[in-house]
């Protein structure tokens, strides 16, 4: 007789098979999209971050005085737009909250552009714990201070608003951030990942000769996320190839126009 409500795995080793494909084919598939487009979000972001900070400059738009060598920090956020739920963490945008002499940037405005900017720092994306943690990795080896660094080029920049913006993402931003994934991977694979894949060659081109071996390095939950960590700082890598459209003249003179109250 057939037990009512329950469910039982009908091959074991078909069902071990099954679990490999799923996490390998399926989820890290929709993962590629997901990763690259938190790095293209965060990009983005970034460069809307450097057209605020061109506002800051500007001794007609700041409220407060800054220093002629602004001290500019980069530390954990303070803002936060929503909670994830359903076991997914709120992964914020951009890599942490800009300080400009010891105070928040939007104390510097007022207006549209102060509370914009303020929203910057709260924009978050609900996605696996993974994700947070390849960001962490990431910040802790020179994200953070990528962005500090992008912020201060625009601050003490002489030249024509739009073009120190560029210059800063492009020149500082882009080096820096592609530098802190390199470090966060090379820190990722100190931990045990699983064996490189083995393609056959002749007549088993084409074939994984290794696939039972990696298999069974998956069934190991740390080695899993760590190798998923490392996929997405690769994604991450892969998004900093496109230029965000907030660095298009357009969207530039668009925060550089907003009304100063």
């Given at each position: 007789?057939?037990?009512?409500?329950?469910?039982?795995?009908?091959?074991?080793?078909?069902?071990?098979?099954?679990?490999?494909?799923?996490?390998?084919?399926?989820?890290?598939?929709?993962?590629?999209?997901?990763?690259?487009?938190?790095?293209?979000?965060?990009?983005?972001?970034?460069?809307?971050?450097?057209?605020?900070?061109?506002?800051?400059?500007?001794?007609?738009?700041?409220?407060?005085?800054?220093?002629?060598?602004?001290?500019?920090?980069?530390?954990?956020?303070?803002?936060?737009?929503?909670?994830?739920?359903?076991?997914?963490?709120?992964?914020?945008?951009?890599?942490?909250?800009?300080?400009?002499?010891?105070?928040?940037?939007?104390?510097?405005?007022?207006?549209?552009?102060?509370?914009?900017?303020?929203?910057?720092?709260?924009?978050?994306?609900?996605?696996?714990?993974?994700?947070?943690?390849?960001?962490?990795?990431?910040?802790?080896?020179?994200?953070?201070?990528?962005?500090?660094?992008?912020?201060?080029?625009?601050?003490?920049?002489?030249?024509?608003?739009?073009?120190?913006?560029?210059?800063?993402?492009?020149?500082?931003?882009?080096?820096?951030?592609?530098?802190?994934?390199?470090?966060?991977?090379?820190?990722?694979?100190?931990?045990?990942?699983?064996?490189?894949?083995?393609?056959?060659?002749?007549?088993?081109?084409?074939?994984?000769?290794?696939?039972?071996?990696?298999?069974?390095?998956?069934?190991?939950?740390?080695?899993?996320?760590?190798y998923e960590q490392l996929s997405i700082?690769?994604?991450?890598?892969?998004?900093?190839?496109?230029?965000?459209?907030?660095?298009?003249?357009?969207?530039?003179?668009?925060?550089?126009?907003?009304?100063?109250?």
């Amino acid at each position: 007789m057939m037990a009512k409500g329950r469910r039982t795995v009908p091959d074991r080793a078909e069902a071990k098979i099954e679990r490999f494909r799923h996490k390998m084919v399926q989820r890290l598939s929709s993962d590629q999209r997901r990763a690259k487009n938190h790095g293209l979000a965060r990009n983005g972001r970034v460069a809307e971050t450097l057209c605020y900070m061109a506002l800051i400059r500007d001794p007609a738009r700041r409220k407060r005085p800054i220093l002629p060598v602004p001290n500019v920090s980069c530390t954990a956020a303070v803002r936060q737009f929503f909670r994830a739920d359903d076991g997914e963490q709120a992964a914020h945008l951009l890599p942490g909250q800009i300080s400009i002499d010891g105070a928040f940037p939007w104390l510097f405005l007022s207006g549209p552009a102060a509370r914009q900017l303020e929203n910057l720092f709260g924009y978050v994306e609900p996605l696996r714990a993974d994700y947070n943690k390849a960001d962490s990795a990431a910040e802790a080896n020179g994200l953070t201070d990528a962005f500090a660094d992008a912020c201060r080029r625009v601050l003490t920049g002489k030249g024509e608003p739009a073009a120190d913006i560029v210059a800063a993402y492009e020149q500082v931003w882009q080096p820096g951030a592609l530098a802190a994934f390199a470090a966060a991977e090379a820190q990722k694979r100190s931990k045990p990942t699983p064996p490189p894949i083995e393609r056959g060659v002749g007549m088993e081109y084409g074939m994984i000769l290794n696939f039972e071996e990696r298999m069974a390095a998956f069934e190991d939950d740390s080695i899993w996320a760590t190798y998923e960590q490392l996929s997405i700082l690769g994604y991450y890598k892969v998004a900093m190839d496109d230029t965000p459209r907030q660095l298009q003249p357009r969207a530039i003179q668009e925060i550089l126009a907003l009304p100063p109250a």
